[in-house]
């Protein structure tokens, strides 16, 4: 086993359910920290060799780190659709959120975080009908993502993003 627990907040998702897979599979320690909107089917190939804690991510403490050595965040709203249906709950999970994830994993110590967020996908709905609607997302979605990467620059001072394909 590798030193340390890693926490994959939205590890019972459909990214976070390959995530938690892969981690395992290398040796790591997982703690996966979700609301379970999806109920647990997602989670029952690996729920016996994981931590699971049930909270929403808006409500993240440093006790949910206690122990943990890294942090992945994949947790929020994942498509178009879903973003447009709720804006404000788009704001809260994929702005506030992500942010607050820096911040606490600052101050309870874990210096390594990852943001995963999908640009591809939000890139893609441009060229959908709705032309207005896809950019709007697009501008949320770059708005989001340079303000969470801002934030770990300044608390951890890194922020990697990957190379467009």
């Known amino acids: 086993m590798r030193a340390g627990k890693v926490l994959v907040i939205g590890g019972a998702g459909y990214v976070g359910c390959v995530l938690v897979e892969a981690l395992l599979e290398r040796g790591y320690s997982v703690r996966v920290l979700d609301r379970m909107f999806f109920?647990?089917?997602?989670?029952?190939?690996?729920?016996?060799?994981?931590?699971?804690?049930?909270?929403?991510?808006?409500?993240?403490?440093?006790?949910?780190?206690?122990?943990?050595?890294?942090?992945?965040?994949?947790?929020?709203?994942?498509?178009?659709?879903?973003?447009?249906?709720?804006?404000?709950?788009n704001e809260e999970l994929n702005h506030r959120a992500a942010v607050r994830v820096a911040q606490v994993a600052k101050a309870a110590g874990v210096f390594q975080i990852a943001h995963v967020a999908d640009m591809d996908e939000i890139e893609d709905a441009a060229c959908e009908d709705d032309l207005a609607a896809a950019r709007l997302c697009l501008r949320s979605a770059r708005r989001n993502r340079d303000a969470i990467e801002d934030l770990?620059?300044?608390?951890?001072?890194?922020?990697?993003?990957?190379?467009p394909s």
Do not use: W, Y
């Open 39 to 89: 109920g647990r089917v997602p989670v029952e190939a690996f729920q016996d060799r994981v931590e699971l804690v049930v909270a929403d991510m808006r409500e993240l403490s440093e006790e949910h780190l206690d122990d943990c050595s890294a942090v992945i965040n994949v947790g929020g709203l994942s498509n178009d659709p879903t973003a447009e249906f709720d804006p404000q709950a």
């Open 152 to 163: 770990i620059k300044r608390a951890h001072g890194t922020a990697l993003r990957s190379s």
